[in-house]
């Protein structure tokens, strides 16, 4: 596993205030997360690039790779002088072998041929981009300010410069129903993107949203609702071969003082993985023959997802008539995600 250097440039360079968006509680100019789901009020913050990746180098020696993030703001909409500034001050660790690549997140509508071929030929590798969602009237009620096609556009720009392409999508917007999300997902898919990040929209104070949820007029998803299409659009991404890097914002006290509705929730991607072993193993009780006994052998590390918090898989089992029908048994040896069933 490769060492990854965070540095934040905050809110710069983004020239919309998204309805979804508080600057201080998301993009980190307190101590919540930014949009992209990065934790805010970090040490980072503001520091000169040379003195963090110094820093970070000097107390984690010994990675085969090293890659530098640029999180936070979009970068590509920066002023030109300030992008050229941020990415000069990692040639030299690039050019010495010890910082390998530079990572960087942005708005679709702030790509071009000739700005994708710049990053590459400075030594970015990833550009996560912004996309949030694939439905153009969903990306209106918004206020994001670009289209759908503008995405589209961006990850094909991205792939064609040679970078590795990551997205970020935020089930729940306004106007968003289940059926436009997955669609957005599958036509997501057909990019190949590199990851995946997936962040249900949450109602946070001061923002657009907030005063439309005062108003009754938006109603964020359900805890139960958010878990379980995230953990299909993950079954969908899984299945294509593509990493979902992340689900559900990064937890800090201050988001979670600052959020007002929605499904938010401080542990919420293992909430998704708990939902999914559910699933699969649901799925296998449904056609075990009466009278045999299921053994689930799963690495010891998926113990606490499979079983659920509170033990809420092993409650929702029994009351579907399987309590006593298995035997879970972890393994210390198996991979992290697999399973295998042997029935006796």
């Known amino acids: 596993m490769g060492l990854v250097i965070p540095l934040f440039i905050s809110h710069q360079g983004c020239p919309h205030q998204c309805l979804f968006c508080n600057q201080f509680a998301i993009t980190g100019n307190g101590a919540g997360n930014r949009e992209d789901g990065t934790p805010g009020n970090q040490p980072e913050d503001g520091d000169d690039p040379i003195t963090v990746?110094?820093?970070?180098?000097?107390r984690s020696p010994g990675y085969d790779e090293v890659q530098v993030a640029y999180y936070g703001g979009s970068f590509t909409c920066l002023d030109h002088e300030e992008q050229h500034r941020l990415l000069t001050a990692v040639q030299p660790y690039l050019?010495?072998?010890?910082?390998?690549?530079?990572?960087?997140?942005?708005?679709?509508?702030?790509?071009?041929?000739?700005?994708?071929?710049?990053?590459a030929h400075s030594g970015v590798k990833t550009v996560e981009l912004g996309v949030q969602s694939l439905d153009d009237m969903v990306l209106k009620s918004a206020r994001r300010g670009h289209?759908?096609?503008?995405?589209?556009?961006?990850?094909?720009?991205?792939?064609?410069?040679?970078?590795?392409?990551?997205?970020?999508?935020?089930?729940?917007?306004?106007?968003e129903t289940t059926r436009s999300f997955l669609r957005g997902v599958r036509e997501v898919i057909s990019f190949a993107p590199e990851l995946v990040r997936l962040y249900p929209t949450v109602v946070v104070e001061n923002s657009g949203l907030a005063q439309m949820f005062g108003r009754?007029?938006?109603?964020?998803?359900?805890?139960?609702?958010?878990?379980?299409?995230?953990?299909?659009?993950?079954?969908?991404?899984?299945?294509?071969?593509?990493?979902?890097?992340?689900?559900?914002?990064?937890?800090?006290?201050?988001?979670?003082r600052q959020v007002v509705a929605g499904p938010y929730?401080?542990?919420?991607?293992?909430?998704?993985?708990?939902?999914?072993?559910?699933k699969k193993v649901r799925h296998r009780l449904a056609f075990l023959a009466d009278g045999k006994h299921l053994y689930i052998?799963?690495?010891?590390?998926?113990?606490?997802?499979?079983?659920?918090?509170?033990?809420?898989?092993?409650?929702r089992l029994k009351a579907l008539g399987f309590?006593?029908?298995?035997?879970?048994?972890?393994?210390k040896s198996r991979e992290r995600g697999s399973i295998e069933y042997v029935v006796s």
């Open 53 to 58: 990746i110094e820093t970070w180098l000097g």
């Open 95 to 119: 050019q010495a072998g010890r910082v390998h690549s530079i990572r960087l997140s942005t708005r679709p509508d702030c790509i071009s041929p000739d700005i994708a071929t710049w990053l």
């Open 147 to 175: 289209s759908a096609q503008d995405s589209i556009t961006a990850m094909q720009i991205l792939r064609d410069a040679g970078l590795e392409v990551g997205v970020q999508l935020l089930p729940g917007l306004p106007g």
């Open 216 to 256: 009754g007029e938006y109603q964020p998803l359900s805890l139960n609702k958010a878990v379980a299409l995230t953990r299909r659009a993950k079954e969908l991404f899984d299945s294509a071969g593509i990493t979902v890097a992340r689900i559900g914002l990064q937890p800090s006290e201050s988001l979670g």
């Open 265 to 278: 929730h401080p542990s919420f991607g293992e909430l998704v993985a708990s939902r999914n072993w559910l």
């Open 297 to 315: 052998h799963i690495s010891h590390r998926d113990m606490s997802a499979l079983v659920g918090m509170k033990k809420s898989n092993v409650r």
């Open 323 to 331: 309590g006593g029908r298995y035997t879970i048994i972890p393994e």
